[in-house]
């Protein structure tokens, strides 16, 4: 045996198992290599895997070193086989073996016979090994450098048995085993340990950068939570703008609506300004045909549309897209000429666009409803029925010859009832506040309706100190009388009251006119913004109830709850 | 001499109008009413020249008490109104008179130049709540009684008047005629002489002769004329 020719051999060996491994390498940056990553079950993957280990297979025995006039070949097919079985479960390392046994069968030589058997025999133990770990819930191991390593130092000594019993002559087998024993020992365990080695790594980096992705989404989307829903506005996207800066590292952020820059932060914030109209070709079509620009300065030009100095030399530019698919404005990233757009940065771009729209569409729904009830109310306190206006000053001008102090009653009463109806009816005031509201309204319809109109009170001292919401009691006294008492020849009978039990207070108004409708063709409007302000307010179990015995009464009774003290 | 009813529900209201009205020495204040069926009464008894009427009442407002008044026998009508916007552009478009409460004394005296000049006879079912009657009103000893359209079962005309007969059969005198009230309400003409409420019509006997009659629930029997039967059987989908 001659010693030198074996360490030769061995050297050489690992030469090639270098390149076996900077081909294993290269291939693991590829998404090809994402399925190597997990113990997988599902058949796609178990494809994958096989085709890849076979490549692998069929590559270390090309690249080994044939000896004894071709005979044989010092080479490294065991690593294949035996990380296919190990890593694709039996089925897959059989197929392995198989594949790469046909292939090296196909190369002849007195070794041919036996090295095919050997290859599948390393893919079978392989799959073996995957499932005796997989059965005693020992997963971690499979990716375990060292264990591929040993198992493949095990397989060859194997394999050497074999070739030893299986290649004739036997003194040429023994020859030629004694050769390659050490070379292919230490060329296969240490190929096989580095190989699962890069797909750990490989599997740490993809983590690694899904959780620094995932990270950063999360935080975006806490930060810019709420922001656009307040309004769409130029302050609010400045400060969504300036979070995706700080959380991305992007050159630049811009946010517009569909006629202007709303917001711009970062590089070449001295000639893109805030609330000048758009200019750039790429927004204008993005938001023009809902779609996604991509200009990344070398398939797609980019070039600033304002300054041709500027230091920005790609951008992205995402719709966002509001009711009706309709693109409200757009989210621009850029980066700088020196720099190149990153994957994660067009990514987390979209979803940001995705997110921004839905929140200025929940913001507009939001606005929407505030501002009916808002409009509502408005109307409601501000509405004086120009009918009764005009009727009271015309009994006032009566008064005044027969009788000015009454005018001038009247005419006080008039001033408070229009002062407290323009205040805004957003706050709340003392139930007594609401009486004296009312009191004026009725001095002037009592002098109206003269014969024909009573009023009664009935109102606890005690509760004229509680808050009730502003504009509650008045607008069911004017349906009372409009629809009710107005409309009757005998005389009609108001009744005010207050009172409480142990979780609310009720204020009723009932006439003894019997007339309500639940479809009035008038305007239920005053009865229903109370209802509604009142429930939205204290919740479903409060607001408005009415009772009605035709031609007899009509009582509406409010609900507010005494609110829980804090 | 001009004779005048006010009509307004609000005393004050009244007060100030015959207030305004003093000076006119032709204006002859007759009386006043709070409300459409006082005044049906009045103007029935007293017949004015002219009624200031007031729209928003209860029970029957000011337009609607116009439809129940006999159009042959009508006297000039001012509307009074504090607001009103759909009524006033009705009036407007018709050309009928109306005073918008507090009342200047330059337009009152406008108002009451033309009643001196003399007003065109108006046509008021122009208003929708004047031409169709959801009640028709009856005149009885000092009292003016309402009835339901269907309350109604027929109505007849006879030399002594017009008779409205309701659902328990109780006859009661109306001033207004047959026309009239086959215009403003559904009633359903059937004779020279009868109106008749169909909805309580129980069933249609075939005379000799091609004549035909109706029976109501209650059992009365209304003619039907020769010349009517066609067009009441095309009515009622009888072949």
């Not at chain 1, 890069?198 to 806490?222: H, V």
């Not at chain 1, 400060?239 to 959380?247: C, E, G, K, N, S």
């Not at chain 1, 206006?389 to 229009?418: E, G, M, W, Y």
Request: hydrophobic residues 45%; aromatic residues 6%; charged residues 20%.
């Amino acid at each position: 045996m001659d010693m030198h020719s074996v360490s030769a051999l061995s050297v050489l060996l690992l030469q090639q198992m270098c390149v076996y491994l900077v081909v294993a390498y290269v291939l693991s940056r590829t998404r090809l290599f994402i399925p190597l990553t997990r113990a997988s079950i599902r058949w796609p993957h178990r494809i994958t895997c096989y085709l890849i280990f076979s490549a692998f297979c069929i590559m270390g025995t090309l690249l080994g070193l044939p000896v004894v006039k071709g005979n044989a070949i010092a080479n490294t097919p065991a690593i294949g086989a035996v990380l296919g079985g190990l890593l694709g479960g039996p089925i897959v390392g059989l197929a392995v073996g198989i594949t790469g046994g046909i292939h090296r069968y196909s190369l002849g030589g007195s070794f041919g016979l036996a090295a095919s058997i050997d290859i599948v025999m390393q893919g079978l133990i392989g799959g073996l090994v995957h499932r005796y770990l997989i059965k005693h819930g020992k997963t971690r191991l499979l990716f375990s450098p060292l264990l591929a390593g040993g198992l493949t130092a095990i397989t060859i000594v194997i394999e050497l048995g074999i070739d030893l019993t299986l290649s004739r002559p036997f003194s040429e087998a023994l020859y030629i085993v004694s050769l390659i024993a050490l070379p292919e020992l230490i060329a296969n365990s240490a190929g096989a340990a580095v190989f699962v080695e890069i797909l750990l790594d490989r599997r740490d980096g993809i983590e690694r950068q899904s959780r620094a992705f995932s990270a950063k989404a999360l935080e975006i989307a806490a930060h810019v939570d709420g922001v656009l829903r307040e309004g769409f506005d130029q302050e609010n996207s400045m400060r969504v703008a300036r979070i995706i800066y700080d959380q991305t590292g992007v050159g630049a952020v811009a946010i517009t609506d569909r006629e202007k820059i709303l917001a711009f932060i970062g590089m070449g914030d001295d000639h893109h300004l805030p609330n000048t109209p758009i200019t750039s070709p790429h927004t204008l079509h993005a938001i023009n045909h809902n779609e996604v620009i991509f200009a990344d300065g070398y398939e797609v030009p980019y070039q600033c549309s304002i300054s041709p100095s500027c230091k920005l030399g790609s951008s992205l530019v995402i719709p966002l897209v509001g009711e009706n698919k309709r693109v409200i404005g757009t989210i621009k990233l850029y980066e700088p000429k020196t720099k190149i757009f990153s994957t994660i940065n067009r990514t987390l771009g979209e979803g940001i666009a995705k997110l921004l729209s839905s929140q200025i569409l929940d913001g507009r729904y939001e606005q929407q409803k505030n501002l009916l009830l808002q409009s509502e109310l408005k109307l409601l306190h501000a509405q004086v029925n120009p009918h009764f206006l005009f009727n009271t000053l015309n009994i006032i001008i009566s008064v005044t010859h027969d009788d000015p102090a009454k005018a001038r009653k009247l005419l006080t009463d008039l001033a408070v009832f229009l002062r407290k109806n323009l205040k805004r009816p957003i706050a709340d005031v003392m139930l007594s506040d609401e009486i004296e509201h009312i009191k004026a309204y009725l001095g002037i319809q009592l002098a109206r309706f003269a014969d024909r109109l009573t009023v009664e009170f009935d109102i606890p001292e005690h509760l004229l100190s509680v808050h009730v919401p502003a504009f509650t009691l008045q607008p069911l006294v004017e349906n009372a009388i409009k629809h009710g008492t107005s409309q009757m020849i005998r005389t009609g009978r108001i009744s005010i009251r207050a009172h409480q039990d142990e979780h609310a207070i009720f204020l009723e108004v009932e006439d003894n006119a019997g007339l309500y409708n639940p479809e009035p063709k008038g305007d239920g409007l005053g009865m229903n913004i109370v209802d509604r302000r009142i429930k939205n307010r204290y919740g479903e179990s409060s607001g408005v109830t009415v009772s009605c015995e035709p031609d007899v009464f009509t009582r509406i009774s409010v609900r507010i709850p005494l609110e829980a003290k804090t | 001499m001009i004779t005048a009813l006010i009509v307004d529900d609000e005393p004050l209201a009244r007060q100030e109008l015959r207030r305004a009205l003093e000076p006119a020495k032709d204006i002859q204040i007759v009386g006043e009413c709070g409300n459409a069926i006082e005044a049906l009464g009045r103007i029935h008894i007293d017949k004015p020249d002219v009624v200031f009427l007031d729209i928003q009442m209860p029970q029957i407002t000011g337009i609607e008490m116009l439809g129940m008044l006999d159009p042959n026998n009508m006297p000039d009508i001012v509307f009074l109104t504090a607001y009103d916007e759909y009524a006033v552009k009705a009036f407007e478009k018709n050309a009928f008179d109306y005073l918008l409460k507090p009342v200047t004394p330059e337009r009152l005296e406008l108002t009451l130049q033309r009643l001196r000049n003399g007003v065109p006879q108006h046509d008021y079912d122009a208003l929708p709540e004047a031409s169709r009657l959801r009640q028709i009103p009856c005149f009885g000893q000092n009292v003016v009684l309402f009835l339901k359209i269907d309350e109604v079962e027929c109505v007849e005309s006879r030399a002594s008047g017009i008779y409205v007969s309701d659902i328990e059969g109780k006859e009661r005198p109306t001033d207004l005629r047959l026309n009239i009230l086959q215009q403003r309400t559904p009633l359903l003409r059937c004779h020279r002489q009868f109106l008749v409420n169909i909805d309580l019509v129980q069933k249609m006997h075939y005379l000799e002769s091609g004549l035909a009659e109706f029976v109501t629930r209650s059992g009365r029997v209304i003619p039907i004329s020769r010349r009517l039967l066609p067009e009441i059987k095309a009515r009622l989908g009888i072949l």
